[in-house]
């Protein structure tokens, strides 16, 4: 069972930057993948980035892509999403998750609680 925490959401102006990180309970965290899902009030949970179990190979959402990027460190059991050029549309809960290596939520078995991230105009 892996427990996941995320953390350093909180709000920004449009163009500013967050990094968020997702902290692992268990070492076996490093043989999942691991991705970032975000939810907006009365939308879907929806795909942002996901990357490897080592690292090697990474996808994003295309609204996203040349602005987020996303990156772990095994070895601290922790994962991150840097977030820069922020936009109003960005604002949602940020999840992160474990799992197989895919797009849709159902393919992550492990959630974190979510942070949100806030972009004022």
């Known amino acids: 069972q892996v427990q996941l925490v995320e953390s350093g959401g909180g709000l920004v102006q449009a163009g500013g930057s967050l990094r968020l990180s997702c902290a692992a309970s268990?070492?076996?965290?490093?043989?999942?993948?691991m991705g970032w899902f975000r939810q907006a009030p009365g939308k879907e949970r929806e795909f942002v980035a996901n990357i490897n179990w080592i690292g090697s190979s990474t996808d994003y959402a295309d609204s996203v892509k040349g602005r987020f990027t996303i990156s772990r460190d095994n070895a601290k059991n922790t994962g991150y999403l840097q977030m820069n050029n922020l936009k109003p549309e960005d604002t949602a809960v940020y999840y992160c998750?474990?799992?197989?290596?895919?797009?849709?939520?159902?393919?992550?078995?492990?959630w974190g609680p979510g942070t949100q991230v806030t972009v004022s105009s």
């Open positions: 998750a474990a799992g197989r290596y895919g797009t849709s939520p159902n393919e992550y078995a492990y």
């Open positions: 268990e070492r076996t965290f490093s043989i999942y993948t």
